[in-house]
């Protein structure tokens, strides 16, 4: 437990439980590994059926572990060269505001002189309605802006649609809420008052709608923002078996704060997780999935000596086995760029007694404002493997490779969602020697995972395809096909 003394939030302070949050609730695999042993047939199955279920678990196991609360809100996605960052944070969310408001101005050619005489003419007016068009990227941008003369308040909207067909969304808004103090061109006085995203994707992915919001504290202008409320609503698609999860971050200057999200599935079952988070950077978390298994954890953030530290224990529901998981870790906070270095112990106790073993290493770097995540795996039995992500504003992009005791091959990619949910593509090789050659893998897979860690796919090997179930758990089902 820390020794620090209680201390009020500073921009700071916020900015590293933000990302602390990010770190340890979903830093640390919760789910049970999966050997090809613990996969279950209608008949007995061959063993690339088993191998292609098993592998994609682990890797999903892995994945969440970095990216399950991935972000407590995300931010719109970058439109032309407005350069809008992700918003996740008081800081940000201001900057962001304050970029859109700049840029549009500038990118506009607004007449500054009309724009002071129509601020005191009317009382509530919209003094700018835009829409351009970027031939090169493919999306259409429409801009407005509308102004309250008696309040001093402004309400600028940026909409984003007509993406490319190979874009995942279909439209993005923004709405920015901002006490402008009578002055809609000097922004030095300006005070955010609230900002909302919506973002809709395309038919066919996971997510269907995500809306995020952001309201702060109160704080005097020409300083930030040091707390506030951020929550997340998103809605999955008809065909997914989760139906929709909702979040909220909330921290006060002084008080401390907390966070939640509960998922609902089409079965009517939930998951909830929640944690706390104390003036002195120490902090809980809990969380009970829809099938029994609960997970509790104490932690040590990096925000004031730049060095954290977690433990936890997960506990299935009785008559499972494995029946716990036990999992601590270390890491270093790098001040600058809030980059991480860490390592991290996992041991996994069965029925019979006996213990699995596994150690991960962490690498992040920033390279050109893109921050890619290197985990790097080995287990005990020998298995090993390296999983890299890479952060964009809509998904993150998975990929990486697999060896498995027996020395088959594995290499998977993968898209993951900012609420945990991610889409997985697997192939499966003989031996990475047989994949450096070029040979036909022996089996392939495709499989979407929610935050809870279920998940549905289908396995093809030797022509045939075989649907597969993958439970809470961890544990897989595969129906042989008729």
């Known amino acids: 437990m820390s020794t620090r003394q209680t201390k009020s939030l500073n921009t700071g302070s916020f900015l590293s439980i933000s990302f602390f949050v990010l770190f340890n609730f979903i830093g640390c695999s919760t789910n049970d590994p999966v050997s ?20 994609s678990v682990s890797i999903y196991n892995n994945v969440a572990s970095f990216k399950q609360v991935s972000n407590l809100i995300q931010g719109p996605d970058a439109i032309v060269d407005l350069e809008i960052p992700e918003v996740e944070n008081p800081e940000s969310a201001l900057q962001f505001a304050k970029s859109i408001q700049q840029k549009t101005f500038s990118k506009l050619s607004l007449d500054r002189k009309n724009l002071n005489k129509v601020q005191t003419l009317f009382e509530e007016t919209v003094i700018w309605d835009v829409t351009i068009h970027d031939d090169s990227l493919g999306i259409t941008i429409r801009s407005s802006l509308i102004y309250d003369t008696d309040t001093g308040v402004g309400r600028l909207f940026l909409v984003g649609y007509d993406y ?7 439209y993005d808004s923004t709405e920015i809420v901002v006490d402008l103090n009578f002055s809609i061109l000097d922004d030095s006085d300006d005070m955010l008052l609230s900002l909302e995203n919506l973002k809709r994707y ?3 992915r996971l997510i269907q709608q995500e809306i995020g919001r952001f309201e702060p504290d109160a704080y005097t202008p020409g300083t930030e923002p040091t707390g506030g409320v951020l929550s997340s609503d998103i809605t999955y698609s008809s065909s997914s078996f989760i139906s929709h999860t909702q979040a909220c971050f909330e921290y006060h200057e002084g008080v401390g ?3 939640s999200k509960e998922s609902t599935f089409s079965d009517g079952k939930t998951s909830r997780e929640e944690v706390t988070f104390n003036l002195d950077g120490t902090g809980t978390f809990f969380n009970t999935r829809r099938d029994g298994t609960q997970i509790d954890g104490l932690f040590d953030s990096a925000d004031e ?50 213990v699995e073993k596994e150690s991960v290493t962490v690498n992040q770097t920033i390279v050109n404002n893109i921050k890619t995540t290197t985990l790097t795996v080995v ?13 964009t504003p809509d998904v993150d992009q998975v990929s990486g490779n697999w060896t498995n005791v027996d020395d088959t091959y594995v290499v998977f990619s993968a898209e993951h969602y900012s609420d945990g949910s991610a889409h997985l593509i697997i192939t499966v090789y003989e031996s990475e020697t047989a994949f450096q ?13 929610y935050p809870d860690g279920s998940g549905h796919g289908t396995v093809t090997e030797s022509g045939k395809t075989y649907d597969v179930t993958i439970h809470p758990d961890g544990s897989v089902t595969v129906e042989v096909p008729a």
């Open 164 to 170: 490319p067909e190979e874009h995942p969304l279909t």
């Open 36 to 55: 090809p042993d613990n996969v279950n047939t209608v008949d007995n199955g061959n063993q690339s059926i088993k191998k292609v279920s098993a592998s």
């Open 379 to 391: 287990n005990a039995d020998g298995s090993h493997g390296k999983i890299t992500l890479v952060e």
């Open 202 to 204: 395309k038919p066919g």
């Open 305 to 354: 000596d730049g060095e954290g530290s977690y433990s936890l224990t997960t506990t299935f529901p009785e008559g499972h086995d494995p029946v716990s998981i036990s999992e601590s870790g270390e890491f270093t906070l790098n001040s600058e760029d809030s980059t991480i270095d860490g390592s991290f112990e996992k041991e996994v106790n069965y029925l019979d007694g006996t």
């Open 257 to 259: 704060g907390s966070f």
């Open 437 to 449: 050659n070029g040979d036909d893998p022996i089996a392939s897979g495709e499989f979407d995972f």
